[in-house]
């Protein structure tokens, strides 16, 4: 299969297991953080990964959050961008 039509018909679960190379338990841990950033920024209404991270740290439930926490939340959305730009193109 065509790598390109492969990486369009991949979850991002599975985008981040096959290209990123993270373990399954690491991928659902990404995709669950993914799912939190949800409640800081609507992640689907910026393409500008900067806007985005921007906006959630903004937002004064994620200021609450660890220092640990928000590296990871920032991370997830920048892999989920990462994963849409891939698909897209």
Same mark, same amino acid.
Do not use: M, P, V, W
């Given at each position: 299969m065509n790598r390109t039509i492969?990486?369009?018909?991949?979850s991002f679960k599975d985008w981040l297991q096959h290209k990123i190379g993270y373990?399954?338990?690491t991928s659902k841990d990404v995709?669950?953080?993914?799912k939190r950033c949800r409640k800081?920024?609507?992640i689907e209404a910026e393409?500008?990964? %900067? &806007?985005?991270l921007f906006e959630m740290s903004q937002n004064p439930d994620f200021q609450k959050l660890k220092s640990p926490v928000k590296s990871q939340l920032r991370k997830s959305l920048r892999l989920y961008k990462q994963y849409q730009? %891939? &698909?897209n193109s």
């Open positions: 492969l990486s369009q018909s991949l373990q399954f338990r995709e669950s953080r993914l800081y920024t609507d393409d500008d990964i %900067e &806007k985005l730009e %891939e &698909k």
